[in-house]
């Protein structure tokens, strides 16, 4: 049943590698895959997850282009977590549609713009707004029904406070709101904020600004003044709070 599980991660996660790197879930739809660089098209053979690379030793067949290891990387991981997730469910004998598919739409929705935030520091506004519905539907699905609003309200002061204090630190040319947070970090914060309350929010910012030091030390950029990947940490510590806090 593992195995079962596990393989239906790896075909999913290489369609989802598919919307990102077309950028839309419609152009996902149809088409051949095309090497990167020489844009032919791949023969299927190499196109079966870990087995097709392993054949071709990594390479393009027709240009000998090296394959980015990211995909490699990418289907491994979400092929063992959402193999984990169906584990989960079968271990605490949940079997309600209802909830099975929020929580795994959810995952999914996570680990694209996840791959997408680390692409490229930005995501593409509708795939965002799908990720709160889903966020909310999962929110929902496991019995979430009070906000928090006052709460979300002190959440949007301390971003607003925290804000001003960069924004006054820099050197007058330098300033621009736009350059500080993502407009799509303050949505997110923002809506832990109200399904979540203050204070679990409060441990998803810290955690994630935790997370973010220790790619980038991971990455050897530890400078002041780097962009940070926060979004991509931030949705998998909202996803962890939601599920197990
Ligand atoms: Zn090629």
Do not use: H
């Not at 196109?47 to 390479?59: A, H, K, S, T, V």
């Not at 090296?66 to 959402?82: C, D, P, V």
Request: hydrophobic share 55%; proline share 2%; aromatic share 18%.
């Amino acid at each position: 049943m593992l195995v079962l599980w596990f393989l239906s991660g790896v075909i999913l996660s290489e369609y989802i590698q598919l919307i990102s790197d077309r950028g839309s879930f419609l152009n996902s739809l149809w088409g051949r895959s095309k090497c990167d660089e020489c844009q032919k098209e791949i023969p299927w053979v190499s196109l079966i997850p870990f087995i097709g690379r392993f054949l071709n030793g990594g390479r393009c067949v027709y240009c000998n282009k090296k394959i980015s290891l990211k995909y490699f990387w990418f289907e491994l991981l979400f092929s063992l977590g959402w193999a984990g997730i169906l584990y989960g469910f079968w271990y605490l004998g949940v079997t309600s549609f209802w909830i099975l598919a929020p929580t795994l739409l959810l995952y999914c929705a996570t680990i694209l713009l996840m791959y997408e935030d680390y692409k490229n520091y930005s995501v593409p506004v509708t795939w965002l707004i799908s990720w709160l519905c889903f966020y909310a539907l999962s929110w929902w699905s496991i019995g979430g029904r009070k906000m928090y609003l006052s709460d979300t309200l002190l959440m949007l002061g301390v971003l607003a406070l925290s804000l001003l204090i960069v924004y006054f630190k820099r050197p007058k040319k330098n300033r621009s709101i736009s350059s500080l947070f993502g407009t799509a970090d303050i949505l997110v914060l923002v809506q832990f904020a109200l399904l979540l309350g203050f204070q679990k929010t409060t441990w998803v910012l810290v955690f994630s600004m935790i997370g973010a030091f220790f790619f980038l030390l991971w990455q050897k950029r530890l400078e002041v003044g780097q962009r940070l990947p926060l979004l991509t940490v931030m949705l998998l510590w909202g996803v962890i709070a939601l599920w197990f806090l």
